[in-house]
């Protein structure tokens, strides 16, 4: 068994461990491979690709994302050798915390090699749709709201992440009132990125990601969220866990109105 880094050549070879339920790997393989502060590794056994992982990194904190276990070779350790090699990575990046989205069948790997839970983020789909007017405070992105993106960012995130938002800020939308960016929600970013940090601008740019999208997944902490979710009319409602490793930072749960993705939070 080896483990190394996936080579382009290898992308279109991983469908065979495409979970059920997930995103398409293949166009996410193909970002990591791509992405300077990505490092995809994948695991072999007489040059068959039988496991997969990903370490994200945002200068001292790194995501561990994306490790699949072929299920004919699952319950052989695997799944924690995936998991200490991207430890090790981002160790040798000089990452001092490390963070995962845990699923039912990998929370005991991550809690055997020292992950604690953090907090659990709600997913509510099939959100009732209202026909709610958009507040005239939200705005397309311009450049000159750049700093106040990245400070509003790093106060909720705990997290030096501006690289990877940069991606997507010409498709950005801000609320904007009295000189001051209360809120961001980046559309294209993973499941649709909202930061406020007003609860008023939150609920607005949650408002406008619900028209054209019935899902919403959010900390338990935002009380806010879920009471605005409740009132909707939430839908179904799953909980998952976001566990930790390394120092913990402050990160501001109440303040984010929707995630990312399982691969960055």
Known sequence: MKIETIKTIDIPSLSHLQPEGWVDIIPVF??????????????????????LGCIVIHHDVAWLAHIIVDSAYRCNGIGQKITRALIENAEQNDCTTMYLIATELGEFVYRKVGFVTETEYLFH????????????????????????VRVLDKAVSGEDRMMHLEEHLENCLVYYKNDTVEGYYMPTFGEGLIIAGTETAGIELLKLHLKDNDRVVIPQENHTARKFLEETGEGEIKAIKRMRLGKEREVQFSNIYNRIGGNVG
């Not at 791509?34 to 056994?45: E, G, L, Q, Y």
């Not at 789909?125 to 700093?147: F, L």
Request: aromatic content about 16%; glycine content about 2%; charged content about 35%.
């Open 30 to 51: 193909e970002y990591y491979s791509k992405s300077p502060f990505c490092f995809p590794i994948k695991v072999t056994v007489e040059d068959k690709i039988i496991g």
């Open 125 to 148: 789909t099939n959100v009732v749709k209202r026909d709610w007017v958009i507040s005239d405070s939200i705005r397309q992105y311009e450049e000159k709201y750049m700093e106040q």
